[in-house]
């Protein structure tokens, strides 16, 4: 593929046509606090299928993001993620215009396919235009544009609630003007011939990253899709009070992934086990004090969570990847966190009867325990790792210097 125009990647509208992209993302979430208004509409669906209407999309991404590399190779990056961006806007607002829910879940289903074009190419076209510490910077504004996206959607939704439920899908629209963006200040990227044409494997590695991120995105996306059951059922407020704490979580998300660089510089593998701490004390905050105030104070904390640990293993799965296969790792990755995404209704029901409560904060106490566990593993393998190394170090060191002395008698 050969660039239409040549990119000024030091450019600030470049940086942000290519970040536009990401903001459409997460957008299936975004419409969370208008699901306990949209539920009375519609009493005969069971609650966990109304849940799913924010999640329910992930699976077309999935099939849409593994088919994304194929199409983009036949009719270039930016036409995929052009396609992509269409779907978006067209399938997103029909749940806006058709009062039947068999057709606003079909819709749904649509959207993820729209949403799964352009997926993974939002991380490739990054990984095409930028190297090194460039790269993992920008990396870490991609992840907060999501967060950034999902927050001001969420705020959005929750003017447009007060309408009433449909209109909090004409969100859907703003792909169009996202699109024009993109397309008019970003060219096509440019691709390694060679690269492109290798096959591309997945190792264990990538595969444990995935699975990682499966793990921290079914959290973070419980928090989003039960906050405001909480907030509306358990305290007896309204979904815009739900959207405001939403907004607050992603907000916070954002904030963290615009400075994840610099807390990478300063922690390294660390994030990891941090971002799992940050969870699951925001877990426990949410269950223990069950206010508005702690509500809203928990989902900020665990919004910190996944901006750290996504953006690392996105940092650095290209690291552990098999050469040339970083678009299928990349590709890999974002399977394991729609997945997560998937089953977080499911998960956050099976949570809750383990719990045997009969409250909506109840699974996360299981939330806390889970990750509290993982955190904990995380921490003492890392410093395993680090005292093995140590340990290693002063040995070499030792072994040369003796080995200098024998050679200086």
């Given at each position: 593929?050969?660039?239409?125009?040549?990119?000024?990647?030091?450019?600030?509208?470049?940086?942000?046509?290519?970040?536009?992209?990401?903001?459409?993302?997460?957008?299936?979430?975004?419409?969370?606090?208008?699901?306990?208004?949209?539920?009375?509409?519609?009493?005969?669906?069971?609650?966990?299928?109304?849940?799913?209407?924010?999640?329910?999309?992930?699976?077309?991404?999935?099939?849409?993001?593994?088919?994304?590399?194929?199409?983009?190779?036949?009719?270039?990056?930016?036409?995929?993620?052009?396609?992509?961006?269409?779907?978006?806007?067209?399938?997103?607002?029909?749940?806006?215009?058709?009062?039947?829910?068999?057709?606003?879940?079909?819709?749904?289903?649509?959207?993820?396919?729209?949403?799964?074009?352009?997926?993974?190419?939002?991380?490739?076209?990054?990984?095409?235009?930028y190297k090194g510490a460039e790269?993992?910077?920008?990396?870490?504004?991609?992840?907060?544009t999501e967060q950034l996206g999902?927050?001001?959607?969420?705020?959005?939704?929750?003017?447009l609630v007060l309408i009433n439920?449909?209109?909090?899908?004409?969100?859907?629209?703003?792909?169009?003007?996202?699109?024009?963006?993109?397309?008019?200040?970003?060219?096509?990227?440019?691709?390694?011939?060679?690269?492109?044409?290798?096959?591309?494997?997945?190792?264990?590695?990538?595969?444990?990253?995935?699975?990682?991120?499966?793990?921290?995105?079914?959290?973070?996306?419980?928090?989003?899709?039960?906050?405001?059951?909480?907030?509306?059922?358990?305290?007896?407020?309204?979904?815009?009070?739900?959207?405001?704490?939403?907004?607050?979580?992603?907000?916070?998300?954002?904030?963290?992934?615009?400075?994840?660089?610099?807390?990478?510089?300063?922690?390294?593998?660390?994030?990891?086990?941090?971002?799992?701490?940050?969870?699951?004390?925001?877990?426990?905050?949410?269950?223990?004090?069950?206010?508005?105030?702690?509500?809203?104070?928990?989902?900020?904390?665990?919004?910190?969570?996944?901006?750290?640990?996504?953006?690392?293993?996105?940092?650095?799965?290209?690291?552990?990847?098999?050469?040339?296969?970083?678009?299928?790792?990349?590709?890999?990755?974002?399977?394991?966190?729609?997945?997560?995404?998937?089953?977080?209704?499911?998960?956050?029901?099976?949570?809750?009867?383990?719990?045997?409560?009969?409250?909506?904060?109840?699974?996360?106490?299981?939330?806390?325990?889970?990750?509290?566990?993982?955190?904990?593993?995380?921490?003492?393998?890392?410093?395993?790792?680090?005292?093995?190394?140590?340990?290693?170090?002063?040995?070499?060191?030792?072994?040369?210097?003796?080995?200098?002395?024998?050679?200086?008698?």
């Amino acid at each position: 593929m050969t660039q239409d125009k040549q990119a000024n990647t030091n450019s600030k509208t470049f940086l942000t046509a290519i970040l536009s992209v990401s903001v459409m993302i997460t957008t299936g979430q975004a419409v969370s606090s208008a699901v306990p208004e949209m539920a009375k509409s519609f009493p005969d669906v069971p609650a966990s299928l109304m849940n799913s209407v924010v999640t329910i999309q992930q699976l077309t991404v999935v099939i849409t993001l593994l088919l994304s590399g194929w199409i983009s190779k036949k009719i270039g990056i930016k036409k995929t993620i052009a396609i992509g961006l269409i779907t978006v806007g067209i399938a997103g607002v029909i749940p806006a215009l058709v009062h039947s829910f068999p057709i606003i879940f079909i819709s749904r289903l649509f959207l993820g396919a729209g949403i799964g074009l352009f997926n993974s190419l939002a991380i490739t076209i990054i990984d095409l235009f930028y190297k090194g510490a460039e790269q993992s910077k920008i990396l870490g504004y991609r992840t907060a544009t999501e967060q950034l996206g999902t927050s001001a959607l969420t705020l959005l939704v929750g003017a447009l609630v007060l309408i009433n439920w449909e209109a909090s899908f004409l969100i859907y629209l703003l792909a169009f003007p996202f699109l024009a963006f993109f397309w008019k200040f970003v060219p096509e990227p440019p691709v390694d011939k060679h690269a492109s044409a290798q096959k591309q494997k997945i190792n264990l590695p990538v595969l444990g990253m995935a699975a990682l991120l499966m793990v921290m995105v079914m959290c973070s996306t419980s928090v989003v899709v039960q906050t405001p059951n909480i907030v509306v059922t358990d305290l007896g407020l309204n979904g815009t009070v739900a959207s405001l704490i939403v907004t607050l979580n992603t907000f916070v998300g954002t904030m963290t992934g615009f400075v994840f660089g610099k807390i990478y510089a300063e922690l390294k593998n660390f994030v990891v086990p941090t971002g799992m701490a940050f969870m699951s004390l925001g877990s426990l905050v949410i269950v223990a004090f069950p206010n508005i105030f702690t509500v809203a104070l928990g989902a900020a904390i665990c919004g910190v969570a996944y901006p750290l640990v996504g953006s690392y293993l996105f940092s650095n799965v290209d690291n552990v990847a098999p050469e040339g296969s970083q678009n299928l790792a990349n590709s890999a990755m974002l399977v394991g966190a729609n997945l997560g995404a998937t089953i977080a209704p499911s998960v956050l029901t099976m949570f809750s009867n383990l719990n045997n409560a009969h409250t909506q904060s109840a699974p996360f106490f299981t939330l806390f325990l889970m990750l509290a566990a993982f955190a904990a593993i995380a921490l003492a393998y890392l410093l395993g790792l680090q005292g093995a190394n140590t340990a290693k170090t002063y040995t070499t060191k030792y072994r040369r210097a003796r080995r200098n002395n024998n050679i200086n008698k």
